[in-house]
């Protein structure tokens, strides 16, 4: 190898490595924040020498009366103030009176991994909260646009909380008070943009009353098995068990076969107008009733 080769061969990899360098530092820069101020990173909150064992996730409830409080502005939807990013969490607003200073409650039991009540800059602070659940996932729920109001303080980082702990109130943030909720599997120590480029479900975030509600039937055991779906189910029609306990269930123009061990078993594309209808007409035979009046078996 010459001289000179050697040293484009240098050059090359040196570019290589600075674009590879620059690339990790656009990455890891902050982005906007939901109330449009540059997002304000936790404060260096390493990972504690001493995990705490806050135990298994046993009930789940919601961050606020779910009859006094009401989602505003849901998951997914797109943001105009934010070059139409999709919001990675829900807005919970009172439904009668002023939402500011009403107490706010983490949803199950868990280990605190970020409490700061300047976290957000202007839009107040935010509790971060990790849950161990049943089946040994990990899931994260967040608090933004908190504050410590009326007596309500946030708890301390890497203690043990439990479903109706009250930890912090509303904040005054843009565009009015409310709560910030969000459900995601990652991030237990940062605050996130609140709005993402793309799909938040299929980028480690759950629709948190969906979350809510999926794991309170789990919880209460009254199931014989039950599985995760990889994403929400537009059904048209209501699910089918099968006598032995297949699970046939539509989304869109889709028929998916689930088995009891809680497993794909199929999953077949229905020509022609919408499925609207799914009945058992046979011992082996389903029965698909279409838009059209059409019938398949």
Not at 210 to 232: K, P, S, T, Y
Request: hydrophobic share 40%.
């Amino acid at each position: 190898m010459t001289a000179h080769t050697r040293q484009k061969r240098l050059n090359y990899i040196g570019g290589v490595l600075f674009s590879v360098l620059l690339c990790a530092a656009l990455v890891a820069s902050p982005g906007p924040a939901p109330g449009g101020q540059v997002q304000v990173q936790a404060q260096a909150q390493a990972e504690p020498t001493v995990r705490r064992d806050c135990g298994v996730v046993d009930a789940i409830g919601y961050p606020l009366p779910a009859d006094q409080f009401w989602v505003r502005y849901g998951f997914g939807m797109p943001s105009r103030r934010f070059n139409d990013r999709l919001h990675a969490g829900q807005d919970w607003f009172a439904r009668e009176g002023p939402s500011l200073g009403q107490p706010v409650r983490v949803v199950a039991r868990g280990r605190v991994t970020l409490a700061s009540p300047t976290v957000w800059g202007t839009d107040k602070g935010m509790v971060i909260v990790e849950h161990t659940m049943p089946d040994g996932s990990i899931w994260y729920s967040v608090y933004g646009h908190i504050d410590e109001l009326n007596g309500y303080t946030f708890p301390r980082t890497n203690t043990c909380v439990e479903l109706g702990d009250i930890i912090g109130a509303i904040g005054d943030a843009t565009p009015s008070p409310h709560l910030h909720f969000e459900i995601r599997n990652f991030w237990p120590f940062e605050t996130g943009p609140g709005y993402w480029p793309v799909d938040p479900e299929t980028n480690g975030w759950a629709n948190p009353t969906e979350f809510i509600v999926n794991w309170q039937v789990w919880l209460r055991g009254a199931h014989r098995w039950h599985f995760d779906l990889w994403h929400a189910v537009h059904a048209p029609a209501p699910a089918l068990v099968g006598d032995n306990g297949m699970l046939f269930y539509f989304d869109g123009n889709g028929l998916f076969v689930v088995a009891p061990s809680g497993q794909y078993a199929w999953y077949e594309h229905i020509n022609g107008d919408k499925p609207m209808g799914l009945v058992r007409s046979g011992p082996e035979r389903i029965t698909i009733s279409l838009a059209d009046g059409a019938m398949q078996d």
